[in-house]
């Protein structure tokens, strides 16, 4: 009933017809590209290094890896090197459960699923990295419960160089040879450094709710890749 | 949220007297201003960047009923729901009755303006159910009982004193000695008091930044990772958001968030920009099994094809606040509604009336400097005139303002009779106070001189030096600057006047 006071409220506005929304179709279909800042065009190796530049610049930790099974040393590491408990809550993500937990790490504890509230720390793949900002792109679905971005302190992640994008139009060029077109997962979540507030006297404080530490291993599964962007 | 915008003049009184504030709005300059100098001054297309979030959003709302139609489609095929709702009363009902429906006790909230604009809090609370916001500057004021006093920076009017105090008033569970200083501790004390709000909460309720009409999503953009919380954890998840916040596509989302965090904190990205579309898919380990959309008029519909359409391009990114200088005097709460600062001062009068809110636009310096920095290129001052305007001809203004502006007219429209009664008042003033130099008292004066001293004319009125010195051959005071150079130049005009 509101629905269609409120659309004849806007077309009496602005004088229009409701059969006019072939403008609106087509742009839709269409989804043209605007502007896309010069800086997210380089060649593979310096989008990497831009990608780790920026997440560095807002507090995220890079460590570069030379294959996926080398990550649950690296994780052992970071969970030493900053004091932090042995409890691992995994994506249910087969692969990151298949890597060499038992062999590699053996002091960490290793569980998979949704996160619980006492997760100290999770480790999730991400769908994409964004180089012109930092930004990790991760989604939900039956291997990425999306509590584990926000609820335990640390968030882990695994990021493969050739996920590795220029701007945010590339990766959602991706998205929809993933998912077809105008669908989307449940929850699309942009990532750009730990949880940070400045709401007590405008002095950034990280961990405001979401994690204290967001640590990306970048796995370098790509060749020597030469340059090129993307197309739609 | 009961509006005092009537009193905005007292309200601005009690506010440029109040030393907390003062200190606290001081923060802002090197704050909000210079991180977002910075941060435009790192990307070279931010300029056209803003043509094109300017562009996008035109075309959004010159075709906007084609595109809520299209969103609500998209809504829906993802199995959500949308509430059409025309007014504020409608808005607050329905958000009450998805509540009920579950049998909601607790109700998370992240930072939203439209549950401002919709007093929900109050309503939620009238009807026994427990709001509690998330956000951490929403948090301190919901404990101090207070409305927002910026749109980003909710409490931004507040000092660290103040709100450890309030914690130490509020969080009676903790040890009555702990240290709470610092920031850090404040923001670790919040966490661990709301992390258990989230995980009881029934209903998570949050704002949108956008609603995409490609994919039917939601949008939310926050640093501290409360409204992911908020959306994720509850069995229901309402979105409450305005008709305008609608974009075509996400590359025209992903295009407007380019300018939006730089604008507004000067992040280049903020932390966290996440897009709802839908309930909890079948497969999914975790999200909510309701998504409702609220999705709201109030006023808005009739904003379109009017002189402030251009206002609804506004992305609420705060940054006509940050750089207004009436703001940085009076802070937020003195403009009495949801709405401060420029942005206000224009969106203000349109949804609750001039009659209510006539004071706002008329709250300016007309510095500009809003315009200058709004991504959206709203052009604020010109509509706080048009709103001035209207304020006088349906003689709003005060009898007294009204009877100076139609003499003023009488005298603009007659150049000659104007140059006479200006070069008669500048003379006669001038010859008063030539002892002196300034008055500190004037009869129908009161309003400038109870504050300053008004500084005595020269004798003459501009008119008249300038048609004197263009009496002079143009080639010599072409060639007299040059050879001596502006200094001497001024000087020179300086003497002239002196020996008149
Ligand atoms: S009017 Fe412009 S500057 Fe002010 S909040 Fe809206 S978009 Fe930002």
Known sequence: ???????????????????????????????????????????????????????????ATVVRLAALDEVPEAVADYLKRHNLPGDLRLAP???????PWADKAP???????????EDPTSLTGAFAGIAETGTLMLHSGPQGPTTLNFLPENHLVVLKASQVVGAYEEAWARVRAAYGPGALPRTVNFVT??????????????????????????IEDEPEAGAGEEGA | MDSTS???????????????LRRALDNMKEGFIAKRAKAAAKLPEFEALRDQARDIKNHTLENLDAYLELYADKVEAAGGTVHWCATADEARAAVVEICRSVGAKTVTKGKSMIAEELALNEHLEANGLVPVETDLGEYIIQLRGEPPSHIIAPAIHLNKEQVASDFRARHTEFPAERQLEEPQQLVAEARAVLRQKYLDADVG???ANFLVAETGSSIIVTNEGNGDLTQSLPKVHIVVASIEKVVPTLEDASAILRVLARSATGQEFSTYTTLSTGPKRPEDPDGPEQYHVILLDNGRSQMLGSEFQDMLRCIRCGACMNHCPVYHSVGGHAYGWVYPGPMGAVLTPSLIGVEEAGHLPNASTFCGRCEAV????????????????????????????????????????????????????????????????RFAWMPLGRGWTAHRDLPVPEGRTFMELYDERQRAPVRDGIVRALRRGPETERRDAAGERDAA
């Open chain 2, 6 to 20: 009537r009193s905005f003049k007292d309200n601005a009184k009690t506010a440029l007297s109040d030393a907390q």
């Open chain 1, 1 to 59: 009933m509101s629905k269609q006071a409120i659309l004849g409220a806007i077309r009496r506005s602005l004088g229009r017809d409701p059969r006019d929304s072939y403008l609106a179709q087509a742009r839709l279909a269409e989804h043209p590209r605007g502007i896309v800042p010069e800086r997210s065009r380089r060649d593979r190796a310096g989008q990497l290094a831009l990608f780790q530049e920026q997440a560095e610049a807002v507090d």
């Open chain 1, 193 to 218: 450094g730990p949880s940070r507030t400045g709401d007590i006297e405008q002095t950034i404080q990280l961990g405001a709710h979401g994690p204290r530490r967001l640590h990306i291993l970048l």
């Open chain 2, 205 to 207: 309720i949050t704002g």
């Open chain 1, 107 to 117: 002091m960490l504890t290793v569980a998979s699923g949704r996160a619980d509230p």
């Open chain 1, 93 to 99: 993500d087969p692969e990151l459960e298949g890597l």
């Open chain 2, 374 to 437: 709004c991504p959206m290129r709203i052009p604020l001052p010109k509509m706080m005139r048009h709103w001035r305007e209207r304020e006088f001809e349906r003689h709003l203004a005060p009898p007294a303002v009204r009877a100076g502006l139609v003499m003023w007219v009488f005298f603009a429209k007659r150049p000659e009779l104007y140059r006479f009664a200006t070069g008669l008042k500048a003379m006669v003033l001038g010859a008063l106070g030539r002892q002196r130099g």
